[in-house]
C-alpha cells in the first residue's frame, strides 16, 4: 500500500504540482510575496517594541514600524506581481512599466474618495485587506502586459534609444488596462475591492474552520514535504488566508473586539517545531540517542539548523523524505499537532493573535510567546514538542535500528 502511494505521488503528484509551481503566474505571487518578507520582518519588530511598552508606558509608540512596511503589502504586491510576470514571460525590458501600471489599477480598484483636493483611500485596504485584491490585479496587468508586448511599435535596430521605444510599446496596453479599470469604477460603479475579495471568501472562510485549517496545515508541513515537495508549493494559498486573517485581528483588537481568526501564521508557525513537520525531536533523539554512527552524526549536523526551524538537511539528508518509517511519524504530527492547536486557540486557552509577528526562524518557545503575547504560548509550544516526541520516538528507535544492521552487514562485508 505504502509503495503505491510513494509511486502515485512521484510519477503522477510531484510533477503536476512541480508544473503548477513553475507557472509565471503562481510562480510571480510566490516571489512577490517573498520579496515582501523583510518588510513584513519590520512590522515584527514593533511588536517586540511593543512589549517593552508594556512594562514601561513612557517608552515610545512604535505601531510606525506595521504601519509603513506589512500594513502596505497590497500596495507592494501591485506592483511586484506583474513586475515578476514580464520577467519570467521574457519581457524584462517592460518589467517596471508593468509595475507602474499594477499600482495604478489597484489604486482604481480600491475606490479612492477624491473631494476638494483631497485623496482619501481605506487603509486597510493597502495592507492584507486588500491583498487578495492586489494579487488578482497583478496577475491581470501582467496578462495584459505580456499579451501586448510581443507587439513592438519599432524594430529593435532602430535608431530610437530603448527607453524611448519602450515608452511607445507600452502607451496602449496601460491605456487599456486605466480604460477598463476606469469603466469598471467610474462607469459602471463597481466596488471592485469588494466584488474581488466577495469571490474568494470562500477560500478564506474555509481556511479558518477546523478541517480547513488542519487539512492546508497537513498538506503543506508534512504531507507534501515528505515527498520532496516544498512547503512553498502552497504559500501564495496560504498567505492570502494568514495575512488576511492577522489583518482582521488587528482591527478587531483596535476596535476592543475578540479576535477570532485562528488561521494565521502567528499561530501555524507555532507548530512548526524545529521546521514543517515537527522534526526538532527528531533530530534531538539523533544527536543524543543513536546508537548508529550515520544517525548520530547527521543528528549533531542537523540540531542547530533544528534550533532555528531549518530541517531541511535533516529532510533530505536522513533522508525522511520517501522514507516510510519516518514519513508516518511526520504525517501523524502534520495531523495531530494542528488539530491540538485550532482545539485550543478555539477554547481560547491561548490567546489568538493580534499583532504581525514573522519571526519564524526564532527558536519556537521564544516565538510563541511573541506571536500570541503570553507565556500560555510557549507552554503550547511545550505541549506540542512533547506531542511530538512521543510520534517520533517509537519510529526513531526502529530505524536506528535497521540503521545498526546496515552498518554492521557493510562492516562485516568488508572484514
Given amino acids: 500500500m505504502m509503495e503505491k502511494v510513494m509511486s502515485f505521488m512521484t510519477d503522477s503528484v510531484a510533477p503536476k504540482m512541480n508544473k503548477i509551481t513553475r507557472n509565471p503566474y503562481v510562480s ?5 510575496i517573498l520579496t515582501s518578507m523583510p518588510l513584513i520582518f519590520i512590522g515584527t519588530i514593533g511588536t517586540i517594541l511593543d512589549t517593552i511598552r508594556e512594562a514601561f508606558p513612557s517608552f515610545p509608540n512604535c505601531s510606525g514600524f506595521a504601519t509603513f512596511s506589512f500594513n502596505l ?7 511586484l506581481i506583474p513586475s515578476f510576470i514580464m520577467e519570467k514571460k521574457k519581457q524584462r525590458r517592460t518589467r517596471n512599466q508593468a509595475g507602474l501600471a499594477g499600482l495604478a489599477l489597484f489604486i482604481m480598484v480600491i475606490c479612492p474618495v477624491i473631494e476638494e483636493g483631497n485623496f482619501t483611500i481605506a487603509f486597510k485596504a493597502l495592507g492584507a485587506g486588500g491583498m487578495i485584491a492586489a494579487i488578482v490585479t497583478g496577475i491581470f496587468v501582467g496578462f495584459v502586459m505580456s499579451l501586448f508586448g510581443k507587439i513592438r511599435l519599432f524594430k529593435e535596430d532602430s535608431a530610437i534609444p530603448d527607453f524611448v521605444t519602450v515608452w511607445f510599446d507600452t502607451l496602449i496596453p496601460i491605456l487599456v488596462l486605466l480604460l477598463i479599470g476606469w469603466i469598471l469604477t467610474s462607469v459602471i460603479g463597481l466596488n471592485l475591492l469588494e466584488v ?45 488566508i494568514a495575512l488576511t486573517g492577522i489583518s482582521a485581528n488587528e482591527a478587531a483588537a ?76 511526520m504525517w501523524l504530527c502534520g495531523f495531530i499537532l494542528p488539530c491540538i492547536t485550532w482545539v485550543v486557540f478555539n477554547l481560547s486557552l491561548v490567546p489568538i ?11 519556537k518557545f521564544i516565538f510563541a510567546f511573541f506571536s500570541t503575547g503570553s507565556i500560555r504560548g510557549t507552554l503550547l509550544a511545550v505541549v506540542l514538542f512533547a506531542v511530538s516526541w512521543v510520534i517520533y520516538w517509537p519510529f526513531f528507535k526502529v530505524y536506528d535500528n535497521q540503521v545498526c544492521k546496515e552498518e554492521a552487514a557493510a562492516l562485516e562485508a568488508e572484514n
Fill in 28 to 32: 510571480s505571487v510566490q516571489d512577490a
Fill in 73 to 79: 503589502i497590497s500596495l507592494f504586491l501591485a506592483f
Fill in 196 to 240: 474581488i475579495t466577495s469571490f474568494f471568501a470562500p477560500l478564506v472562510n474555509f481556511g479558518e474552520t477546523f478541517w480547513g485549517f488542519v487539512l492546508i496545515n497537513f498538506l503543506a508541513m508534512a504531507f507534501l514535504y515528505s515527498f520532496g515537495l516544498s512547503t512553498w508549493v502552497l504559500y501564495s494559498v496560504m498567505s492570502v
Fill in 353 to 363: 493573535p493580534t499583532k504581525v509577528f514573522q519571526m519564524w526562524y526564532l527558536p
Fill in 254 to 329: 483596535a476596535a476592543g473586539m475578540a479576535a477570532t481568526n485562528i488561521h494565521v501564521y502567528e499561530v501555524t508557525w507555532i507548530m512548526t517545531i524545529g521546521g514543517g513537520g515537527a522534526t526538532f525531536a527528531l533530530s534531538i533523539m539523533m544527536c543524543f540517542m543513536a546508537k548508529s554512527k550515520r544517525l548520530k552524526l547527521m543528528g549533531k549536523t542537523c540540531i542547530v539548523p533544528s534550533i532555528f526551524n531549518i530541517n531541511e538537511p535533516l529532510v533530505y539528508g536522513t533522508p525522511m523524505a520517501f522514507n516510510p518509517i519516518l514519513m508516518i511519524p
